[in-house]
């Protein structure tokens, strides 16, 4: 059984900073990328990284670029997002899932897992 748990999340004022962390039980053979997602009240779920387990290159929303960094610490099967210079826009509840494909112009379309979630408050 695959789990996913985040952590990370807080409150922050508008130009700070924040790491998530999505640390998983095991990656099964078919998962090939990491994402993060992120739901604000009343919006639909967006895209916001993603990173593939090969060398190929990283998506991230064009609403985060230069700002979120998205990696992998392969050891101990953990994610991360660096979340810098952040807006009160970026807040919402921020979602790591497993994928079995990234792509690099968008985020991954089919979810293998979620993990439960961790809130972001940029005030």
């Known amino acids: 059984h695959v789990q996913l748990v985040e952590s990370g999340g807080g409150s922050v004022e508008a130009g700070g900073s924040l790491r998530l962390s999505c640390v998983a039980t095991?990656?099964?053979?078919?998962?090939?990328?990491a994402a993060w997602f992120r739901q604000a009240p009343g919006k639909e779920r967006e895209g916001v990284a993603s990173?593939?387990?090969?060398?190929?290159?990283?998506f991230y929303a064009d609403q985060v670029k230069g700002r979120f960094t998205v990696s992998r610490d392969r050891g101990q099967k953990t994610v991360y997002l660096q979340m810098n210079d952040l807006k009160p826009e970026d807040s919402g509840m921020y979602y790591c899932?497993?994928?079995?494909?990234?792509?690099?112009?968008?985020?991954?379309?089919?979810?293998?897992?979620w993990g439960q979630g961790t809130q972001v408050t940029v005030s």
């Open positions: 990173m593939p387990f090969t060398a190929h290159s990283p």
């Open positions: 095991r990656y099964p053979a078919n998962v090939n990328c």
């Open positions: 899932a497993a994928s079995p494909l990234c792509f690099s112009t968008q985020p991954p379309q089919r979810i293998y897992v």
